[in-house]
T-cell receptor, first 116, second 111 residues
Framework: EPEVTQTPSHQVTQMGQEVILRCVPISNHLYFYWYRQILGQKVEFLVSFYNNEISEKSEIFDDQFSVERPDGSNFTLKIRSTKLEDSAMYFC??????????????FGAGSRLTVL | DQQVKQNSPSLSVQEGRISILNCDYTNSMFDYFLWYKKYPAEGPTFLISISSIKDKNEDGRFTVFLNKSAKHLSLHIVPSQPGDSAVYFCAASAQAGKSTFGDGTTLTVKP
């Protein structure tokens, strides 16, 4: 069964450092997402990406965050200067291009980011 | 403004009994509602969905009920099995946009 793969599974970084989280979505999916879950809290939407541009972003997704799909397969989330409060599990998700429907997302296993 | 709420952080049921997980929402523009299941160290996995034009959708042991007037949905699992123990997230979307998730309910099914 096709799956979304994320790397690294766990990254520890110092505050102020740049972090890049990588995702390989399912090959025939066209919409890509990043969500995050701070420990014990809900899964929060960060950003959606379609046709090589951001289609929607949340208030969390400020200037410190960026996304790109540089080579047509990898979908990356960059945090320019990490803060302690960026510590969370980051989930990548993708879905097919459906004009209507349940908008079912396929999630990766997540990348745990720990900022010290 | 929390548009999707799961007011019960945890639920414990006996194997073979019914599990009922509840979810409330505030945004009347939501047109699809989904349930995801999440095991530790894994991402959420899709379980079942329902369109806002329906009031019930069934898939094996899982049934989702939607009460639009009350802005409430529930997931019924019958019979519950120990392998169902996981965190269950309710999610909602409007016009195929982003999905908004609830806080999750941890279900424990005891043998």
């Amino acid at each position: 069964e096709p799956e979304v793969t994320q790397t690294p599974s766990h990254q520890v970084t110092q505050m102020g450092q740049e972090v890049i989280l990588r995702c390989v979505p399912i090959s025939n999916h066209l919409y890509f997402y990043w969500y995050r879950q701070i420990l014990g809290q809900k899964v929060e939407f960060l950003v959606s990406f379609y046709n090589n541009e951001i289609s929607e972003k949340s208030e969390i997704f400020d200037d410190q965050f960026s996304v790109e799909r540089p080579d047509g397969s990898n979908f990356t989330l960059k945090i320019r200067s990490t803060k302690l409060e960026d510590s969370a599990m980051y989930f990548c998700a993708s879905r097919r291009d459906e004009v209507s429907g349940a908008n079912v997302l396929t999630f990766g296993a997540g990348s745990r980011l720990t900022v010290l | 403004d929390q548009q999707v709420k799961q007011n019960s952080p945890s639920l414990s049921v006996q194997e073979g009994r019914i599990s009922i997980l509840n979810c409330d929402y505030t945004n009347s523009m939501f047109d699809y509602f989904l349930w995801y299941k999440k095991y530790p160290a894994e991402g959420p996995t899709f379980l079942i969905s329902i369109s806002s034009i329906k009031d019930k959708n069934e898939d094996g042991r899982f049934t989702v009920f939607l009460n639009k007037s009350a802005k409430h949905l529930s997931l019924h699992i019958v019979p519950s099995q120990p392998g169902d123990s996981a965190v269950y997230f309710c999610a909602a979307s409007a016009q195929a946009g982003k999905s908004t998730f609830g806080d999750g309910t941890t279900l424990t099914v005891k043998p």
